[in-house]
């Protein structure tokens, strides 16, 4: 504030000697350069000029020939000041006037990523969207994560084709394989929803048999669902026994070719999808404890983990989504967020509650 008002009353000065005569200001010209020739004949060190004295001299010497009246300063000296100033008026012009940047939402992105080791920009983004309600590029999200992990393509092949087309009359079915902490297999046994991507039925069992496949479609499959195609692979479990059982639920049965896991590659990706997100980052002690992280996973899964190809949505549809922020990148300051952690803080989900007063 005191530089601003040192260079207005310097401009007040100015104004006042424009007012005077040509003669009054020549006498005074003259008057000054005898003293300062005086000044300079005994070689005193002047003090060191201001910013403020910079730049008075800087916008003076652009109305007279300056270089035969500067003795206190070199003139590569002036240059340099005018050169700065021209910097820091350039810099000033040319600040970004794109979008506004999201400081409120840096630190929760972060932290996001940092608890969720396993999530993508799109994961983030579509948590916040749906859960809070705030609408988010994924690029942005981006830019302020400390990691970003590559996702995995999906490939896209005439038979996918055929599935897309029929996503709300297929389900389909696929086991996969757990190791204990005592290198035990267990084989957990998956049905889902491809249309919205939902897990009707998983469950685990260290000898599967035909018998025990067959209870499992029947836990989950009552006939009214309106399913018309059900697909699995070749595996001998699936018996003629199971396969005639299905058909009475009016189903008809699509076997994978052989060697072509992309056949079933909505249950390829579940199942990848468990590993990444839960499976790889515990070590289970037995089947009962592959039972319960599956299921609180499942649970998680179908209710609260968004999925990209759902527009984003969530598999189970009787959940609300949160009611979109009017100003975009703000939390609203009547509430706040809850994170709740999910498989001993593996993953968390997060929602909107009003704060407490």
Partial sequence: MGRILSVFVDLLTLFCLAHRSSSALAAENLFLRKQLSLYVERKKKPRRATDRIRFTLVQLSKHFQWRDALTIVKSDTLIRWHRKGFRLFWKWKSQSSGRPRVPDLRKLIMEMATSNPTWGQKRIANELLLKIGIQISP??????????????????????????????????????????????????????????????????????????????????????????????????????EIDSSLRTFGLRILRTPYRSPQANAFCERLIGSARRECLDFMIPIGEAHVRKILREWTNHYNASRPHMSLGPGIPDPRVQKAQLQIERHIIPKDQRIVATPILGVLHHEYRLERSVA
Wanted: glycine share 2%.
């Fill in 139 to 240: 690029r942005t999200v981006q830019r302020y994560m400390p990691n970003n992990p590559k996702r995995p393509t999906v490939p896209s092949q005439r038979w996918m084709t055929f599935v897309r087309n029929h996503t709300k009359a297929i389900i389909a079915a696929d086991f996969f394989v757990v190791v204990t902490a005592t290198f035990r297999l267990v084989y957990a046994f998956l049905i889902m929803e491809i249309e919205t991507r939902r897990i009707l039925h998983l469950n685990v069992t260290r000898h599967p048999t035909a018998e025990w496949t067959l209870q499992q479609f029947r836990e989950c499959i009552a006939g009214d669902e309106g399913y018309k195609f059900i697909i699995h692979d070749r595996d001998s479990i699936y018996s003629r």
